[in-house]
T-cell receptor
């Protein structure tokens, strides 16, 4: 079965610290895509970072990096130097087969709270 | 970047009425759009896949007659909640395939801002 698991309902971090949001996935497809989205209280979904199953290197995008451990089926998001504006809900998602016409499967999300 | 416009952002209606939510791709053509539903502080659950010019594909457990999806053009998909009841109150969000992630060849889904439906 295709599944995304985020085990941290909430995470708390202070400004300027790094934080890791956990994500594990389950799929039998050899090709898949992994995504992280941020959802602030306004509700919009903001794309952060992508990792393909065949990508050799971990994805990075500014302060975001994805710690991809394929054998462990994990795709943790690392946010460096947290900012107050990072407070939001974060979703890990997977696209099975990584075909363009395939919908994303989302985890339950992790609420990140950044304090000053 | 690509923009998906969703309207209305908030709607309050009486029980028994129908509500239409529009999802438009503003600067790209979307042959496929996806409709998700999200309860407060919960995950996004896929409701249906909307394909231009053909019938939508609904996920198991989603009532086709309750949630009517029409994808009449390459830039517009609509979700109509028919005979809405309080249990249909939720956050509905659409998404469409955007361009490629630079250097990866992967397509990113761009989401609309969502529509919060409250049925009284």
């Amino acid at each position: 079965a295709q599944k995304i698991t985020q085990t941290q309902p909430g995470m708390f971090v202070q400004e300027k610290e790094a934080v890791t949001l956990d994500c594990t996935y389950d799929t039998s497809d050899p090709s898949y895509g992994l995504f992280w989205y941020k959802q602030p209280s306004s509700g919009e979904m903001i794309f952060l970072i992508y990792q393909g199953s065949y990508d050799q290197q971990n994805a990075t995008e500014g302060r975001y990096s994805l710690n991809f451990q394929k054998a462990r089926k994990s795709a943790n998001l690392v946010i460096s130097a947290s900012q107050l504006g990072d407070s939001a809900m974060y979703f890990c998602a997977m696209r099975p087969s990584n075909q363009a016409g395939t919908a994303l499967i989302f985890g339950k999300g992790t609420t990140l709270s950044v304090s000053s | 970047g690509a923009v998906v416009s969703q309207h209305p952002s908030r709607v309050i209606c009486k029980s028994g009425t129908s509500v239409k939510i529009e999802c438009r791709s503003l600067d790209f053509q979307a042959t496929t759009m996806f409709w998700y539903r999200q309860f407060p502080k919960q995950s996004l659950m896929l409701m249906a896949t909307s394909n231009e010019g053909s019938k939508a594909t609904y996920e198991q457990g989603v009532e086709k007659d309750k949630f009517l999806i029409n994808h009449a053009s390459l830039t517009l998909s609509t979700l109509t909640v028919t005979s809405a009841h309080p249990e249909d109150s939720s956050f509905y969000i659409c998404s469409a395939r955007d361009g490629l992630v630079p250097g990866s060849g992967a397509n990113v889904l761009t989401f609309g801002a969502g529509s919060r439906l409250t049925v009284l």
